[in-house]
């Protein structure tokens, strides 16, 4: 059946960039649009105009879909699922976006009566990864060009609605990835989790200084971009609970981190904090570079040693001194 009707539903910044990608495709369809907050719609459909129509019904918006992309945050997915559960038609493609995979998959098995369910990330465009931005008149056609879409369809989904979901991807300039819901999460445990995790405890451990509020008056990008994570704050606890173990375990590796650092500052070892400081930089360049590129190498290469600070702190990195000495 050809695709007439597709409904985004929540228009954030992602679900107005996906609405800008396909009017600019060659795709002639219908866009629809819901969001409960009716500014974000009226934004999504007259300021940045990235829907056709904007409903104000999420049940109407769910029955005339044929395609159906979901973009609110993990904390709101189940309560989508439930009301849209028996009203999509049964050749209707779901894309969900939100952000565990297990979970998503596990609801959409309990609320989802017919239609399709691919669990879907697009990633962000290198361009756009550190822009800080999430508000809807900042949508943009090109923010997941050049860059990866993750596939995790149900086992119960038809191989043309997958192959659908693989072609919406393809229109948001994305190349598609397929992979287990719980390996996805798993490895997002340390690049979702973990920063909210850190945004938590840093904005309070400042916000107890003396000073806080002059502080306030100074911080930077640094401090905003840190502690981001906290706009989706309701997506924290059930991030970290998720998979209480892999989140401990994350917790802990990182306090050992943060202590070996404290070591060094403590003894004033600036030369290995420096040496620390450019390599730490340099794999972040090497990753953005990877990311803009979109080329990754997926040969199975010789494990490679990881040291931890501490690991370097003892014995990992010579000293200059010590070079000459030997």
Same mark, same amino acid.
């Given at each position: /059946?050809?695709?007439?009707? %597709?409904? %985004?539903?929540?228009?954030?910044?992602? *679900?107005?960039?996906?609405?800008?990608? %396909?009017?600019?495709?060659?795709?002639?369809?219908?866009?629809?649009?819901?969001?409960?907050?009716? @500014? !974000? *719609?009226?934004?999504?459909? !007259?300021?940045?105009?990235?829907?056709?129509?904007?409903?104000?019904?999420?049940?109407?918006?769910?029955?005339?879909?044929?395609?159906?992309? %979901?973009?609110?945050?993990?904390?709101?997915?189940?309560?989508?699922? &439930?009301?849209? *559960?028996?009203?999509?038609?049964?050749?209707?493609?779901?894309?969900?976006?939100?952000? #565990?995979?297990? &979970?998503?998959?596990? #609801?959409?098995?309990?609320?989802?009566?017919?239609?399709?369910?691919?669990?879907?990330?697009?990633? +962000?465009?290198?361009?756009?990864?550190?822009?800080?931005?999430?508000?809807?008149?900042?949508?943009?056609?090109?923010?997941?060009?050049?860059?990866?879409?993750?596939? /995790?369809?149900?086992?119960?989904?038809?191989?043309?609605?997958?192959?659908?979901?693989? !072609?919406?991807?393809? +229109? +948001?300039?994305? #190349?598609?990835?397929?992979?287990?819901?719980?390996?996805?999460? $798993?490895?997002?445990?340390?690049?979702?989790?973990?920063?909210?995790?850190?945004?938590?405890? /840093?904005?309070?451990?400042?916000?107890?200084?003396?000073?806080? &509020?002059?502080?306030?008056?100074?911080?930077?990008?640094?401090?905003? +971009?840190?502690?981001? $994570?906290?706009?989706?704050?309701?997506?924290?606890?059930?991030?970290?609970?998720?998979?209480?173990? @892999?989140?401990? &375990?994350?917790?802990? @590796?990182?306090?050992?981190?943060?202590?070996?650092?404290?070591?060094?500052?403590?003894?004033?070892?600036?030369?290995?904090?420096?040496?620390?400081?450019?390599? /730490?930089? $340099?794999?972040?360049?090497?990753?953005?570079?990877?990311?803009?590129?979109?080329?990754?190498?997926?040969?199975?290469?010789?494990?490679?040693?990881?040291?931890?600070?501490?690991?370097?702190?003892?014995? *990992?990195?010579?000293?200059?001194?010590? !070079?000459?000495?030997?």
């Amino acid at each position: /059946m050809k695709t007439q009707t %597709i409904t %985004i539903i929540g228009l954030n910044r992602v *679900g107005a960039s996906v609405g800008l990608a %396909i009017k600019q495709s060659p795709l002639d369809v219908t866009l629809i649009g819901y969001d409960p907050d009716d @500014a !974000k *719609g009226q934004a999504a459909l !007259k300021t940045v105009q990235a829907i056709d129509k904007f409903e104000t019904n999420l049940v109407n918006a769910a029955r005339k879909a044929d395609i159906v992309a %979901i973009t609110v945050s993990s904390a709101d997915i189940e309560s989508i699922l &439930r009301v849209i *559960g028996a009203e999509v038609q049964s050749h209707t493609l779901v894309i969900d976006f939100s952000n #565990l995979k297990r &979970r998503g998959l596990d #609801l959409a098995n309990q609320y989802l009566q017919q239609g399709h369910y691919v669990g879907a990330v697009p990633v +962000l465009a290198e361009a756009h990864l550190a822009d800080g931005r999430s508000q809807t008149h900042n949508a943009t056609p090109d923010l997941f060009k050049n860059s990866t879409f993750c596939l /995790m369809p149900s086992p119960h989904a038809d191989p043309q609605a997958v192959e659908t979901a693989v !072609k919406f991807g393809i +229109l +948001l300039g994305t #190349l598609p990835y397929f992979l287990d819901p719980d390996e996805y999460d $798993s490895l997002v445990q340390g690049t979702e989790t973990l920063p909210a995790l850190v945004s938590l405890a /840093m904005l309070n451990t400042v916000q107890q200084a003396a000073g806080w &509020r002059d502080m306030l008056r100074f911080a930077g990008q640094p401090f905003a +971009l840190s502690t981001l $994570s906290l706009e989706n704050s309701r997506n924290i606890p059930l991030h970290a609970l998720q998979n209480k173990q @892999a989140t401990l &375990r994350w917790l802990d @590796a990182l306090m050992e981190e943060l202590m070996a650092v404290r070591r060094l500052v403590d003894e004033e070892e600036e030369e290995i904090l420096t040496a620390l400081t450019e390599q /730490m930089a $340099s794999e972040r360049s090497k990753w953005l570079n990877a990311r803009e590129e979109n080329s990754w190498d997926e040969r199975q290469s010789p494990p490679v040693e990881r040291r931890s600070i501490a690991e370097h702190l003892f014995g *990992g990195l010579v000293r200059r001194g010590d !070079k000459k000495d030997a």
